[in-house]
């Protein structure tokens, strides 16, 4: 009879790890919404929930099933690297009994987010010690799919639109011209998010990154979120001590302070605006937040009311979106100011130990954290945070820290003795 040997334990892992990967990568396509179409379903674009029918969430869904049946006894790890996916756990739980949820289904989703990320998280340590050589042979097919993907895009802009228009009104050049293809631009900036962190620390040929990086600038450069994202990842992969970070926090604000009345006194005048006023009602009149889905039912229920109490008749709009259009808007209005808060801190958490441990990481891990930290600027205008691909991200962001805790203690042993 034949034996499983440990090379094929390894490999499983890894196979376990890029399936996940894939999945997050496939629902920031247009995959679900060519496949709804292939049978007969029906699909939205821009919709809230984005398309009607979420194969990737079933399939990813299926897959984390078979993982827990056939490996349930190797699912051995350091156990307290879970202790933060045990809070959210709990934070959710009570979010669901003390506020008033819409949905109980959304609960039961983030739950099972949650198991996937934890999936993730262990999976990726128990592959702790691999070659980034080996996962890149395996994961540069898909780069240059991506990648060919952003080039179709950029094409499609461009020969709908003049070049004018395409710098000065990219908002709309973009959506008018992939709408029909299923692109929708909010996950194609996260997309986009990913392929710059993996030509930053995967691609070895210099030439070849940085004709990548200016192909994937060219083709986000108008997604304020993506920009935004891109430039706060940066920043924090080049803080190396509390004295640099707080020189950075520094610089920020004295931008911002020069900026202000070019740009923020207008913020008023920017959709987004209304959603992060907004807000603030929810968590006044709801203290444990209005529960997982519950913001846009809310805010489309209270809409002129909340109009009427928060804004003058110089306001452009006169209504408030019903899209929380930032993760933290979502996050405070699902889960009320404390709730909410302690769901920051574990990110925040992660976002301080990422610029501990990065010196030590190997340049996948570099690429994972990256997108992590690209995640959480990127939310601060674009509302991701409760789907299947933000929580595949974020367990192989607690799985590379972790990873890279073990490593730096490994190696102090070490050398002590």
Same mark, same amino acid.
């Given at each position: ?230 430039? %706060?990842?940066? =920043? $924090? ?5 509390? +004295?640099?970070?707080? /020189? &950075?926090?520094? #610089? ?85 100011? %404390?709730?909410? =808060? $302690? ?5 925040? +958490?992660?976002?301080? /130990? &990422?610029?501990? #441990? ?60």
């Amino acid at each position: 009879m034949r034996t499983t040997s440990l090379t094929d334990f390894f490999s499983i892992r890894i196979s376990i790890v890029s399936f996940f990967l894939i999945m997050a990568l496939l629902r920031l396509t247009f995959f679900d919404f060519y496949i709804s179409q292939l049978f007969g379903l029906p699909f939205e674009i821009n919709a809230l929930g984005g398309n009607a029918f979420n194969f990737i969430n079933y399939i990813s869904f299926g897959g984390l099933i078979i993982i827990l049946l056939t490996s349930g006894i190797n699912l051995s790890t350091y156990w307290q690297s879970l202790n933060q996916y045990i809070l959210l756990g709990i934070v959710y739980t009570l979010n669901f009994a003390l506020s008033p949820y819409i949905d109980s289904s959304w609960f039961l989703y983030q739950l099972i987010f949650i198991v996937m990320a934890v999936v993730v998280h262990i999976f990726y340590f128990k592959i702790r010690d691999w070659d980034d050589r080996l996962f890149y042979r395996r994961t540069i097919w898909v780069y240059w799919i991506l990648i060919a993907l952003v080039v179709f895009c950029s094409i499609q802009i461009v020969l709908q639109n003049t070049m004018k228009y395409y710098f000065t009104e990219f908002n709309d050049a973009f959506v008018h011209s992939l709408d029909d293809f299923g692109i929708m631009k909010q996950r194609y900036g996260y997309l986009l998010g990913f392929l710059s962190a993996y030509t930053f620390y995967m691609v070895p040929t210099k030439s070849i990154k940085v004709l990548m990086i200016g192909l994937i600038l060219f083709a986000g450069f108008g997604i304020r979120s993506y920009m935004i994202g891109i430039i %706060g990842a940066v =920043l $924090l992969f080049n803080i190396d001590s509390i +004295r640099r970070l707080i /020189l &950075t926090v520094c #610089l920020i604000a004295v931008v911002i302070l020069l900026l202000k009345d070019q740009y923020f006194n207008n913020l008023i005048y920017d959709t987004r605006f209304y959603s992060y006023a907004n807000a603030f009602n929810i968590v006044q009149s709801f203290p444990f937040g209005v529960g997982l889905g519950g913001y846009p039912i809310y805010t489309d229920i209270f809409n002129r009311q909340i109009f009427a109490d928060f804004y003058n008749v110089n306001a452009i709009l006169d209504y408030v979106p019903i899209a929380p259009e930032s993760d933290y808007v979502h996050l405070f209005g699902s889960l009320g100011f %404390g709730l909410g =808060l $302690l769901h920051l801190l574990v990110q925040a +958490r992660l976002v301080w /130990l &990422t610029i501990k #441990l990065k010196s030590i990481a190997r340049p996948f891990e570099k690429c994972l954290l990256f997108m992590f930290c690209f995640m959480m600027f990127f939310g601060l205008g674009e509302d991701s945070m409760f789907t299947v691909y933000y929580w595949i991200f974020f367990g192989f962001a607690t799985g590379v820290i972790t990873t890279l805790w073990f490593r730096k203690h490994y190696a102090k042993r070490t050398a002590q003795g």
